[in-house]
């Protein structure tokens, strides 16, 4: 099994890098056989335009190395920070460029962050607004991971003794639960009764 980590901050050097490490990490020790870590700091993905759908050449060299990673995964754990209230537009710029042949039917595990005590609309906007052409699964368990520079430090002392604990043990049950639905949602894809052209966005 193979678990896509998506960062979604913008930003270089941070904590949702920290909390992807941290994850990719955790599922090579036994949760699933191979794990591909893409960050979205510096936004190295423009944002979208009708040359997607064109099949302008700029953007098939740019898109299809990640849509090869992407189609050869079987489950992803999807980390937003919470800015202002909202998931970042370079992440929601990524469901807008990937979508179901890359995406349908497989399993995802919503892991937010934030610096203080928020870190709940950004799970809400995802599970509203990010599925429906994409058909990406959400499973019920999501993590939100509050005062993040208090946890998952390297540094014991960095962390806050209480809250450090249970965000390890927390991140581990739900990512045992990811892989779970990761072999069983491929048995689904294999099916076959997924495969439409029909009906090729989500109502």
Known sequence: MKIAIISGSHRNNSQS???????EATLQK???DETWLYSLAGNPLPLWDEGVWD????????LN????????????????????????????NFFLL???????????LIVSVSAGDGGAYPVAELRMSSYKNSRLCYIPEQVIIRHVESVLNDNPDDNDSRSDPYIRERLQWSLNILAQYGTALKAVRDSGVTETDKFGNGM
């Open 55 to 62: 099949g302008a050449q700029h953007w098939q060299d740019l």
């Open 17 to 23: 890098m920290k909390v992807a490490k941290h994850i």
């Open 30 to 32: 036994g949760i699933c």
């Open 65 to 92: 190395p990640v849509r090869e990673q992407l189609q050869s995964c079987d489950a992803l754990v999807v980390i937003t920070p919470e800015w202002h209230g909202q998931v970042p537009a370079g992440l929601k």
């Open 98 to 108: 990937f979508g179901k042949n890359e995406l349908a039917h497989k399993p995802a």
